[in-house]
């Protein structure tokens, strides 16, 4: 019987040690994953800020129109956010001065949270929209990219990039 009993036993320990080395395996593998993949990308082709805050966005373009759906994080205070478009890696020459109603290199006022008369807070859900003037550069036309990025003080919380329609 003894020798019954130590193999069993001895059965048991390879067993948990072969468990463990294998739960070690797929860890340190998935790790490598998530390493080699760098900064994970958010739904809408967003990806993650430079500092502790993110923020995932959907871009919509169409025509000299951008507009810009809070997904998920938290509130930004309008304020305190700055939005950077840039076509085809080329920084518009005017940039939203968001909360705005009329900027030079933009048509009209904009929508949503982007709008002075609004409570200067774009939270999740709030889609704010504006459209790019003629007189700015370059051009929104069909097929060039474009990417939004968004600042929170000096704190990058979020970048989304799409083609116009």
Known sequence: MTARASASAIGVVLLLLFGVVLGGVVAAGA????????????????????????????LRLDGDAVALTHEAGPPLDLSETRIVVAVDGEELRYQPPVPFFAARGFRG????????????????????SFRVAA????????????????????????RVRGTVD
């Open 31 to 58: 790790e490598a994953v998530a390493e080699a993949a760098g900064e994970p990308e958010l739904a809408g082709g967003a990806e993650t800020g430079s500092s502790g805050q993110t923020v995932a966005l959907s």
């Open 135 to 158: 007189t700015n550069a370059p051009a929104l036309r069909r097929g060039r990219t474009v990417s939004v990025t968004v600042y929170v003080d000096s704190d990058r919380v979020s």
């Open 109 to 128: 006022g904009p929508t949503g949270p982007f709008n002075l008369a609004s409570d200067g807070v774009w939270s999740v859900g709030e889609t704010g």
